[in-house]
């Protein structure tokens, strides 16, 4: 066992996006755990966007609080079990999932993380942001077979995992929207799009209505702001919404990230019947074993996949966090330590 412990910590507050300069990478001694926890050493952690709203400050009814200088980051982390809590929990060697990412060593209270189990053959792939997309496409817009699924979004952890369980819930027609042509090219030949809206290029609404000549019966919407007014103008009767994110204004440059304001035409919501619902994973949590069930057999037969970027060791999570918000990759961003 080493001594010490790295860890990605706040150092100064950013204007604008975070860039790398904004963190420190800390050496600390490794923790020792009190009754009730147990000390991890961790493999992996997500790298996350949402990670600029947290830095911006603490967004009221949000599940996770807001970052301050000298504070360490947090997120999702799988890591091998060092010291048990006595004989129960976890044993020494087991891989658990927690929310202390962004370290090489965290102590871990047994009641806040979960063995890993054996549903998953590989242990990265716990780190995929399906619970999210099939918790909103099953409970929060209820996909039907047939039905035209708008993801905006759609190449980033959450989107890439939407459109293909879009698909596999029986969507005929699915449609995303990126950043990049690059992008564009590998989620149609990767992901399985049918067609992908560019962002930056022509109006989203215009692009929107070419893809979808017929209108759209659900809108996953991980973006917001020109996303979710095309979305409404393009929106069959009785169309449902799935709100998941709103990162037009979480990665928009001017502002701190924890608002995404944006003007929509409410009477074409009550003409079209459109219904609009939030949803959050963290306050879903029965959804967790069924995703897992169908996850591992969607990949077994495969039908599915996890695109992930895999970055190695914790100095370089910091510049692997600015090529997430920038646009740089397509699906999770992992740092493997
Ligand atoms: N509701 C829940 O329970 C829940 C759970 C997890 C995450 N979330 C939310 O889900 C959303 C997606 O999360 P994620 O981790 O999958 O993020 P992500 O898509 O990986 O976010 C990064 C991507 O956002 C895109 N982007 C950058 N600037 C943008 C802008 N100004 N407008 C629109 N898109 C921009 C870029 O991709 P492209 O270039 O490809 O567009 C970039 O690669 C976030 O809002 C997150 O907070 C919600």
Redesign the pocket.
Known sequence: MPDISREIRLATLPSGLPQPHNFAVVETPVPIPAPGQILVRNRFFHV???MR?LIGGSVAGAPFPGLNPGDTLFGAAIGEVVTADGDTGPRPGELVSHWLGWREHAVVPVTQCSRLGQVLPDPVAHLA?GR?AY??LTRGAEVRPGDTVYV????????SMAGQIARLLGAGRVIG????PE?AGRMRAELGYDEVLI?GTDPIADQLAKAAPDGVDVFFD??G?E?LRAAVAAARKGARFVL?????G???EEGDGTAAPVELDSFQLLVRQVTLR?????GDSEVQGEWLDRFAEWSRSGLITFPYVRVEGIENAPAALYD???????G??VVAL
Request: aromatic content about 4%; hydrophobic content about 35%.
């Open positions: 996350f966007a949402a709203t942001q999210t918790g909103a905006s979004g759609g190449a980033g952890s959450v989107g929207s990126t950043g990049s992008k962002r991980n973006v702001g996303e998941v994110g709103a990162l037009s979480q990665l928009a939030g949803y959050s994973a963290s997430t918000i920038t646009g740089l990759h397509l999770t961003v």
